[in-house]
């Protein structure tokens, strides 16, 4: 029974994966999972309802993973969950071919270290969902860091800015650029 999308074209590079850690499959998965005491596919569903039925089951294999390769810092976790989110790339994809799970699993092991001090993220014009996926990030990364996570969000529309920053405690700057003299002018609110 297909458990997700594009089960038969994602299953081959995804056992691939899981015979390197030992697993059978992805509903082994689940039960190194729940073994665990990590319900992961509704910790997935909790954290974002819309997401895909795929999503939920790359997160699972990418726990699994973690939990195969006996993962005990938070940063590792992260990389060998990215392990599971590439399995999961259709091979010749966009996300395939520039390791897109492997990049989210490093990202979030790069932010959940100490040496990483902030995060700048560049969220398109207007992005409420991207700004606050930004601020989810860090405040579950605070979770297990001993010094804070600083967040710079860069490149939101003025409305959307002024909104995330009361919400959230930023300080809120707004910046205008004048091509013909190349200069930026800032003001803080």
């Not at 899981?18 to 909790?46: F, P, R, T, W």
């Not at 790069?110 to 700004?131: D, I, K, N, P, R």
């Not at 996926?133 to 600083?150: D, F, M, S, W, Y």
């Not at 969000?153 to 013909?180: C, H, M, W």
Request: hydrophobic share 40%; with cysteine; glycine share 8%.
């Amino acid at each position: 029974m297909a458990l997700f999308e594009s089960y038969e074209r994602r299953l081959p590079q995804i056992q691939a994966v899981l015979s390197q850690y030992g697993i059978a499959s992805i509903e082994e998965c689940k039960e190194i999972c729940d073994a665990a005491g990590i319900d992961v596919y509704h910790l997935i569903e909790n954290i974002q309802p819309i997401c895909f039925e795929n999503a939920k089951w790359a997160y699972t294999v990418g726990a699994a993973i973690a939990i195969k390769k006996n993962c005990r810092k938070a940063a590792d976790a992260a990389a060998a969950i990215g392990e599971g989110l590439q399995a999961f790339c259709i091979p010749g994809s966009v996300a395939d071919t520039r390791k897109v799970g492997l990049g989210h699993g490093n990202l979030g092991k790069m932010l959940l270290e100490e040496e990483t001090e902030c995060f700048a993220f560049l969220a398109g014009h207007e992005s409420f969902a991207a700004a606050e996926g930004a601020i989810g990030i860090a405040e579950k990364a605070n979770k297990v860091r001993q010094t804070p996570l600083r967040v710079i969000l860069n490149g939101l529309g003025k409305d959307a800015a002024q909104i995330i920053s009361r919400i959230n405690g930023f300080t809120f700057v707004e910046t205008e650029y004048d091509p013909y003299t190349n200069t930026v002018k800032g003001s803080i609110t």
